[in-house]
């Protein structure tokens, strides 16, 4: 599928086409044809966040998606081995081409247009072009071939630390970080701290096609980049192109560099010992400073004063934030519209009760999308397990009404029913830890006026306190129903009330009904 989300975004960075072609691994055919499009439909970055992919194929192609959907392309790079071949030719491997293409139930190229695009993949082959990189435009990185070293000062173990290189390709001034592992974590945080020792961003960045940049390379057109790696870019406005496999000139600087670093910095510090990874960072700052200021031996200056003088200023700034790493989590929505997420539970519309859905996670924030939309969005929680976070737009309509009562409105609402009513209703309210969680039977206790009389229900709860001095709403409900309790106030004399409770303190009409 186009990225055609992708395409939009960095054309409204003011990327070329030459640089979207690479990021996105398509023709500029295609990249002008999205651009066109876009234009007639006033589309422009940044997209409505409820647009999905397909929506917007959708938009702007109706007619050609259907069409081309189905069509397969040819393998090339499968094709130009084969084609060195004694005896293969062009017309056994389409032959073969649309055998596979029907086992599969894809659309095939005719064998004219089959061999016109192997065509034009061999000619593209065949181009070179030297490309002279602009001041500011982008930043190489990669992981030193040789580790550094760290004794475990508890075990004495000497422990392997990766040296990861970030270079501008035009002065080659260089960052160089170590970390105890290659994993997306160390990855992630060594651009972030990368991207703050340059002081901004440049608007490509090159990476190797380790497995925390790139998920799988089937090929330069084969591409997909990994989905936090692709997030941190966004957060920083850049856009990856990574480096072809087995492809050293695409990141020349990074390659040179890592040589100069592995001379200059790794091997100078071998004689001396560290016992932690601050103090090795620390010893590596030092000697990158160095690095940095060795002035060149066929031009003028330092990679320091090439930096400051013709790149720095051209650095888009740093965003406001730093980027989070994020975990990605999977989730089932509950009936109760609610995931959980480490113990503690956040709401999501009701619209998707049982829908699977996917689930960012940072240490400030949750994020929750169905089919790459973001459907909701919170502060992640801390402290004891089991805390909700519940937004009211997320609720159904007869949940909502909950919310328009709280525990001094029920019980001003029980006290003007009678004593009884009130000291039921109190009781439900201090039942439960947190308060919100007993609305439902005070709602319920509401709710059985629409069916029994108030002084019906007032006289239930005297008959389930003489049983128990924390009454339920089901035992309430349960002696309305069997009928055991019909008072008619309204005829009982003042005489006989008096009669009945002669030391009773008697609250009027007037009483209830504030």
Request: hydrophobic share 35%; charged share 25%.
């Amino acid at each position: 599928m186009t990225k055609y989300r992708e395409i939009i975004r960095l054309t409204g960075l003011g990327f070329s086409q030459r640089n979207i072609m690479a990021s996105c691994g398509v023709a500029q055919k295609t990249v002008v044809k999205v651009q066109k499009r876009a234009r007639e439909l006033n589309i422009s970055w940044p997209l409505d966040e409820s647009m999905t992919d397909t929506e917007l194929q959708r938009l702007m192609f109706s007619k050609e998606s259907s069409v081309s959907q189905n069509k397969r392309m040819p393998d090339y790079d499968y094709i130009h081995k084969e084609l060195l071949r004694n005896g293969v030719s062009k017309k056994l491997l389409w032959t073969e081409y649309m055998e596979d293409c029907r086992a599969n139930g894809d659309e095939p190229l005719m064998y004219s247009q089959f061999c016109h695009h192997i065509q034009q993949d061999e000619q593209k082959r065949r181009a070179t072009m030297h490309i002279n990189r602009k001041p500011g435009e982008q930043i190489e990185v990669d992981w030193a071939g040789d580790p550094a070293t760290i004794i475990d000062p508890d075990t004495s173990e000497i422990l392997k630390a990766y040296i990861f290189v970030g270079v501008m390709t035009y002065s080659q001034y260089a960052y160089v970080e170590a970390f105890l592992d290659m994993k997306q974590k160390s990855w992630i945080t060594a651009h972030v701290h990368m991207y703050e020792f340059f002081g901004g961003v440049a608007r490509i960045l090159v990476p190797d096609n380790c497995k925390t940049a790139v998920v799988h390379n089937g090929g330069w057109k084969d591409q997909q980049i990994n989905e936090t790696y692709q997030e941190m870019a966004e957060h920083y406005g850049t856009a990856i192109i990574p480096a072809r496999v087995r492809t050293p000139k695409d990141k020349p600087n990074a390659e040179g560099t890592v040589g100069n670093i592995s001379t200059w910095i790794t091997a100078a510090l071998r004689n001396e010992q560290f016992f932690s990874l601050a103090e090795l960072n620390h010893a590596i700052r030092e000697k990158l400073e160095r690095f940095n200021r060795i002035l060149f031996q066929k031009k003028e200056g330092s990679r320091l004063d090439l930096f400051l003088e013709d790149e720095k200023p051209l650095l888009s700034p740093l965003p406001a934030t730093r980027f989070e790493l994020s975990d990605w989590k999977t989730a089932t929505v509950q009936f109760n519209y609610h995931i959980s997420v480490d113990g503690m539970l956040y709401s999501v519309p009701y619209e998707y009760i049982k829908k699977k859905v996917d689930v960012t996670v940072t240490d400030t924030t949750i994020e929750i999308f169905y089919n790459h939309n973001r459907i909701a969005s919170h502060r992640r929680l801390k402290g004891r397990p089991g805390q909700y976070s519940t937004i009211t737009e997320h609720m159904p309509e007869d949940h909502q009404k909950y919310l328009e009562w709280n525990g001094d409105r029920f019980r001003k609402w029980a006290e003007r029913i009678g004593i009884n009513t009130y000291t039921v209703v109190n009781a439900i309210l201090t039942s439960k830890r947190v308060e919100q969680q007993t609305y439902r039977s005070c709602m319920g206790l509401l709710k059985l006026t629409d069916k029994y009389s108030e002084a019906s229900l007032e006289a239930a709860c005297k008959k389930a306190l003489s049983y128990t001095a924390s009454p339920s709403y089901k035992s309430i409900k349960n002696i309305l129903a069997a009928g055991k309790e019909k008072i008619e106030p309204e005829l009982q004399t003042p005489d006989s009330a008096s009669t009945q409770n002669k030391h009773a303190i008697t609250r009027g009409a007037d009483y209830y009904r504030r």
